[in-house]
């Protein structure tokens, strides 16, 4: 078998694993962009429940102070029930009224607090929802990944192995060659000679569509070498057909 033949027949199978595991690539991205998704959701519930422990903290400390100063000021009502000169009384008013402002301030903070604890404790049960039907969608994806791969996967590593095959009389150099420009193009290591004007003898790379030399094309006919499309670098090879009709 020519250097030519080996090459396209290795060819053939790369492009079938390439399309199998397109598939496999797909299911597999899904699952990755759904467990990111899933991942980030999770931490923003983290966040919010954080937060909403630390306001509800808050709001049991502001609460505590409003009892202080609620048993401070009846304190000292009892207290100036019994004081024996006006000065004492004077100033365990003043003492009961600045308690009374400061109990309202807090009051006022621990309503604005309780009101961020129900806003946090809403959007926490609003994204519990959100996380349940993303769970969904991730078992979904992971599903879809696990068909794919019963699907594909015995025929997958038979082509594998066939594709090891078929590399084995390709030389190594070469063989690199092949490797870099199919991972380079997805796939597509080699490109067709495509015939533009037969009288003008122009011709293309069925590749990157750039011309090719007539003189490389004949060398593709008469010799069994590696020839190269010289603008994208992909390995060039003339169809059995237009092959045919040249020689005609």
């Excluded at 078992?139 to 990944?145: D, G, I, M, R, V």
């Amino acid at each position: 078998m020519g250097l030519n033949e080996a090459l396209s027949e290795l060819n053939l199978v790369e492009q079938q694993v390439r399309g199998l595991e397109s598939r496999l690539d797909g299911a597999r991205r899904m699952v990755r962009a759904q467990e990111i998704k899933a991942d980030q959701l999770t931490q923003q519930h983290h966040e919010l429940t954080s937060q909403l422990k630390h306001t509800q903290a808050q709001a049991a400390n502001i609460e505590n102070d409003v009892k202080g100063a609620e048993q401070r000021i009846a304190t000292l009502r009892e207290q100036m029930n019994s004081v024996k000169t006006n000065k004492e009384y004077s100033a365990m008013l003043v003492e009961v009224n600045t308690l009374k402002t400061d109990k309202g301030k807090l009051e006022e903070q621990a309503l604005e607090l309780l009101g961020q604890v129900d806003q946090f404790q809403s959007e926490i049960d609003e994204l519990d929802k959100v996380l349940a039907d993303q769970s969904k969608v991730k078992a979904h994806a992971e599903k879809e990944l696990a068909d794919r791969t019963a699907e594909v996967g015995e025929r997958l590593a038979e082509l594998k192995l066939e594709r090891a095959e078929k590399a084995k009389p390709v030389p190594p150099e070469v063989l690199d060659i092949f490797e870099r420009m199919a991972e380079n193009f997805d796939g597509e290591a080699m490109a067709p000679v495509v015939e533009q004007d037969r009288r003008r003898m122009e011709y293309i790379c069925g590749g990157c569509y750039m011309t090719i030399p007539v003189e490389m094309v004949n060398r593709l006919i008469t010799q069994d070498k590696l020839t190269r499309c010289t603008s994208c670098q992909r390995i060039l090879y003339i169809e059995q057909e237009l092959k045919a009709e040249m020689g005609t």
